[in-house]
């Protein structure tokens, strides 16, 4: 962490080194956060990189070094949101493609066991999404996906910490009755493990 | 008997996982003590690590570099200065149409000048009323009365020689003069 916030002290000063650094310490786990979000690899690459221009514009108005995280995130979930602004309209105005169509279509000389579980293993992730409501999907998100801490999670979204706790709890209650994704998390253990 | 009818329920192993702070102490104590609650919670717990591993795992791997492409500054400012000249020339292009379509007070003047000048020749060429007036003076003195303000081809005796007028048999005789007056009465009446 006293490296990351080196970095950053340094990227403010327009040190371009330190700003690629960052980039590439982060660049997997925001496009994770974009790829879950979304579920289009060539659009969440898109948006991950509309995410890092945005930290090289903004970064030098970054107050508390110590907060580049929840900072990063913050920059990322309004890229994801002006992404789907962009999709209504562009879907409201009838040039919008199918993407979930275009994602889950698998080629068949490139399916292999793993291409089948992510596939399966999206699916259910997003069955579930669909029983969250708005906030409970990012607080459960953040919270399990992409490993953040409740502190971190109130900076993102803007919330008290007792708000994203009660999310929280309400998010975990539906995952416990989805017993199919459960059932998936378990035999995928022994897939991983294997 | 009375331990296992106080285990933890399923609201306050979900709030465990949250904040401990948020269940009461005997609770706390409970699952410090009951393998089964301990058990229950480590399940949740572990079903929820493995979601967080499978997303990781699951994840596909980016196709291109996500770093962004750095652009020279130098390409930004040509963009500027490009841009400047078009919006320039719009400009000029607004102001040139907007003074052709409404001339300036010099414009105006010139018009004004070159029409003076054209009518400045024709008059040098062209002298007012002289025609008329040339015209009729070489007539004789005993003809200039026929000599009118305005030429007209009705009123001159001409007229008469082409279309002559019925003179009475006791009137033919007369003189001449008298005769000729009399005709010219009798036009003007018709006339009038």
């Known amino acids: 962490m006293n490296d990351i916030s080196a970095w950053v002290e340094q990227a403010k000063t327009g040190n371009r080194l330190a700003l690629n650094q960052l980039i590439d310490y982060y660049q997997n786990d925001i496009f994770r956060f974009v790829y879950y979000r979304i579920h289009h690899q060539a659009d969440a690459e898109d948006v991950t990189q509309d995410v890092f221009v945005q930290v090289i514009k903004r970064i030098r108005s970054l107050k508390d070094v110590t907060r580049f995280k929840p900072w990063l995130y913050q920059i990322a979930l309004n890229r994801v949101r002006d992404f789907f602004r962009k999709k209504r309209l562009l879907f409201f105005m009838g040039t919008a493609s199918d993407i979930e169509t275009n994602e889950n279509s698998i080629d068949a000389s490139d399916v292999t066991e793993k291409e089948i579980f992510r596939k399966e293993f999206t699916t259910l992730l997003k069955k579930l999404s669909n029983e969250f409501s708005k906030w409970e999907r990012e607080i459960f998100l953040l919270k399990y996906v992409d490993d953040m801490d409740v502190k971190d999670i109130s900076i993102i979204l803007g919330k008290n910490e007792n708000t994203v706790k009660t999310h929280l709890y309400r998010a975990l209650n539906k995952f416990k009755k989805h017993k199919a994704l459960r059932e998936f998390i378990q035999r995928g253990g022994h897939e991983l493990s294997n | ?192």
């Open chain 2, 1 to 192: 008997m009375n331990y296992q009818i106080n285990h933890i329920d399923e609201n306050n192993l979900l709030w465990s996982l949250i904040d401990e702070k948020a269940i009461e102490n005997s609770h706390i104590n409970h699952l410090k003590e009951c393998s089964t609650c301990q058990k229950k919670q480590s399940d949740l717990i572990g079903e929820l690590n493995e979601l967080g591993r499978l997303a990781h795992h699951y994840t596909p791997t980016p196709r291109r570099s996500l770093r962004p492409v750095a652009t020279t500054r130098n390409n930004l400012q040509f963009l500027r200065v490009k841009n400047a000249l078009v919006y320039a020339m719009m400009l000029m292009i607004c102001i040139g149409g907007i003074l052709g379509i409404w001339p300036t007070q010099n414009q105006q003047t010139d018009k004004i000048a070159i029409i003076e000048a054209k009518q400045q020749i024709e008059n040098m060429f062209i002298p007012e009323n002289d025609w008329n007036e040339k015209t009729y003076s070489i007539l004789p003195d005993e003809f200039q009365y026929m000599v009118v303000d305005e030429f007209d081809l009705l009123s001159v005796p001409f007229y008469d020689y082409v279309f002559p007028v019925n003179i009475p048999e006791n009137e033919i005789d007369s003189d001449i003069d008298e005769q000729t007056k009399r005709v010219q009465n009798n036009h003007l009446n018709k006339l009038s």
